[in-house]
């Protein structure tokens, strides 16, 4: 019953900006952690940010001080706001949703329970 979509991706130029928003549905929102996820071409899936259930925030190095992650919880909404961007942040984006806390799963994709549909977002330099 568990349904995450996201929404936002697009093609920038390179020092753009981006929002990506991921609503979840048929879950308690603010009991679950949420995270952004990235796959491109040919490479593995890799987190990017987590908004974990106990509050925390995690940014994978590439992207601390350019994305921000927040969330609204009387939305069931979670934001990636994307600034700076460069042609190494072109993947498609994915949203996830899981009952652990974030410093466990962070860094383990498959360990993620309910996923988005994928959002692509293409940066061009």
């Known amino acids: 019953q568990v349904q995450v979509v996201e929404l936002g991706g697009d093609a920038v130029q390179a020092g753009g900006s981006l929002r990506l928003s991921c609503t979840a549905s048929g879950l308690p929102f603010d009991r679950f952690s949420m995270g952004w996820f990235r796959q491109a071409p040919g490479k593995e899936r890799e987190g990017v940010s987590c908004f974990s259930r106990s509050g925390n925030l995690y940014y994978t190095d590439s992207v601390k001080g350019r994305f921000t992650i927040s969330r609204d919880d009387a939305k069931n909404t979670l934001y990636l706001q994307m600034n700076s961007l460069n042609a190494e942040d072109t993947a498609m984006y994915y949203c996830?949703?899981?009952?652990?806390?974030?410093?466990?799963?962070?860094?383990?994709?498959?360990?993620?329970?309910?996923w988005g549909q994928g959002t692509q977002v293409t940066v061009s330099s």
């Open positions: 996830a949703v899981d009952v652990s806390k974030c410093g466990t799963i962070v860094n383990r994709p498959s360990a993620w329970d309910y």
